[in-house]
């Protein structure tokens, strides 16, 4: 499984923007079975944290820092996830990466796309 993730950026702080991370090497009846999907972020001297993770059935879970501003989604169709991002702040700049966990190939990480939020 690959993952390309893009979508980033600079952006003004309150501005919006859109993450994608296309999975390939997958074909789809995998990428619709039981899996969960999830963007990560890493700003420079932290640990790499949560963002928001969805489910193959639908189930989202997002951070307390990002509920009522991010949206993840997914296209199955096109083996694609996405992260709609919308009243960035600051604090938001960090390397954001997708992930794919699947129940018997395991996970798979995206190369990462950086965001930065211009104050």
């Known amino acids: 499984v690959q993952l390309q993730a893009s979508g980033g950026g600079l952006v003004e702080a309150g501005g919006s923007t859109r993450l994608s991370c296309a999975a390939s090497?997958?074909?789809?009846?995998?990428?619709?079975?039981?899996?969960?999907m999830g963007w990560y972020r890493q700003a420079p001297g932290k640990q790499r944290e949560l963002v928001a993770r969805i489910s193959s059935g639908g189930t989202i879970n997002y951070a307390d820092s990002v509920k009522g501003r991010f949206t993840i989604s997914r296209d199955n169709s096109r083996k694609t996830m996405y992260l709609r991002m919308n009243s960035l702040k600051p604090e938001d700049s960090a390397i954001y990466f997708c992930?794919?966990?699947?129940?018997?190939?395991?996970?798979?990480w995206g190369q990462g796309t950086l965001v930065t939020v211009s104050s």
């Open positions: 992930n794919l966990d699947l129940p018997r190939e395991g996970t798979s």
């Open positions: 090497r997958i074909i789809l009846s995998t990428f619709i079975s039981f899996n969960n």
